[in-house]
């Protein structure tokens, strides 16, 4: 009985997390000029979800927002850009809101001031809803300048 149990929580935990995970992220870089270069964070979207804008009116879905840990080494030229997003009305928001389906690509341009080896680190905050629900997502990237 112990193991059918175990079974059972085992199984439904592991639908449950896939349910929770509609999205996932993907972080590269492109080297622009000596010192400049592009971080490009790429949100793999599941079917029938999507993803938000980084440009939402308040009263709305929460945003997608990047957030880089400030270091002496390098700094953020302007905000975050992001692909065209899909504009539509939605009745629970009683808005029109922008968000993005299957994919999403965000590139943020920064200046390095050494050349020696560096880490960016930083987080993205964002949510991603389906015709039944919305869900928070948090996660956190490091990438490596060479």
């Known amino acids: ?7 059972l929580v085992l199984i439904s935990t592991h639908y449950f997390s896939q349910i929770l995970s ?8 492109e080297k622009v000029s000596k010192n400049e270069y592009d971080i490009v964070l790429t949100a793999d979207i599941k079917t029938s979800w999507h993803l938000y804008s980084q440009h939402l009116a308040e009263g709305g879905p929460l945003p997608t927002v990047f957030t880089f840990v400030p270091s002496d080494n390098y700094e953020c030229e302007g905000q975050p850009s992001e692909e065209d997003a899909k504009e539509v009305y939605e009745e629970v928001f009683e808005m029109n809101v922008k968000y993005f389906e299957n994919k999403a690509v965000f ?12 880490k960016i680190e930083g987080e993205i905050n964002y949510m991603s809803c389906d015709t039944e629900k919305c869900i928070p997502g948090h996660t956190n990237f490091e990438i490596s300048i060479k």
């Open 1 to 7: 009985m112990r193991v059918v149990l175990f079974l």
């Open 22 to 29: 509609p999205v996932t992220w993907k972080t590269t870089i």
């Open 107 to 118: 590139k943020q341009r920064i200046k390095t001031n050494t050349f020696r080896p560096l």
